[in-house]
């Protein structure tokens, strides 16, 4: 999905460059150090562009779209995008390759809801759902976390739980869930038996 990522004064970052791992990531690092920051500009990313892609107002362009993301996701200081540059720094940018398509967006000092600058989605991306799994509980104040959003349309839950949830709601599609945990447990176990050079069946590796 992700090949190549890069974050200039956002938050934390002066400047991140990095090419993830096609199988499996593992960010490690002290509290406030910009884990969680970075995890949700990727999530804000690739669900802005999976709801773009089915956006119902087709006047809507992604920037539109990332820009609501990211308030939603972020929660920022007094509802303002500009408060996510890094301190001391006029603007933010960030960078990245998706499905092997060069993407941006940069926001400045005075963007406090909008995006300054945007690429085009010109690409055809696959089908995907993007989520995020939140360290708190959600599961038993489900639709507590819910009516926030949809009846009183307040802050506090951001977005990774709010889509979250949605997901949730959907029915299961009987018959796949299973196999394809089949698979990624036996990747997962073929990854860590590389690490520690020990043998798995590699005719099984997908």
């Not at 970075?38 to 089915?54: F, H, P």
């Not at 499905?99 to 085009?120: Q, R, V």
């Not at 802050?155 to 979250?164: I, N």
Request: aromatic fraction near 12%; glycine fraction near 4%; proline fraction near 3%.
């Amino acid at each position: 999905m992700f090949s190549q990522i890069t974050l200039e004064n956002l938050a934390v970052f002066r400047k991140l460059e990095w090419q993830p791992h096609k199988s499996l990531n593992l960010i490690i690092g002290e509290n406030d150090t910009g884990k969680t920051h970075l995890l949700k500009t990727l999530y804000v990313i690739a669900r802005s562009i999976e709801e773009y892609n089915k956006r119902q107002i087709h006047s809507e362009s992604w920037g539109d779209r990332i820009a609501k993301k990211l308030l939603w996701t972020f929660q920022p200081a007094h509802w303002e995008l500009n408060t996510l540059i890094s301190q001391g720094q006029s603007k933010l940018k960030v960078e990245v390759n998706f499905y092997n398509e060069s993407l941006y967006f940069t926001l400045g000092e005075k963007n406090t809801t909008t995006i300054s600058e945007f690429s085009e989605l010109n690409g055809q991306f696959p089908e995907f759902n993007a989520l995020f799994i939140p360290a708190k509980e959600v599961l038993t104040t489900f639709e507590a976390i819910a009516a926030t959003r949809e009846q009183l349309e307040i802050a506090g839950f951001d977005d990774t739980y709010y889509d979250l949830i949605k997901a949730l709601r959907l029915p299961m599609t009987k018959g796949q869930i299973q196999p394809d945990l089949q698979a990624l447990t036996f990747e997962l176990n073929a990854i860590s038996c590389r690490a520690r050079d020990c043998p798995y069946d590699k005719s099984r590796s997908m």
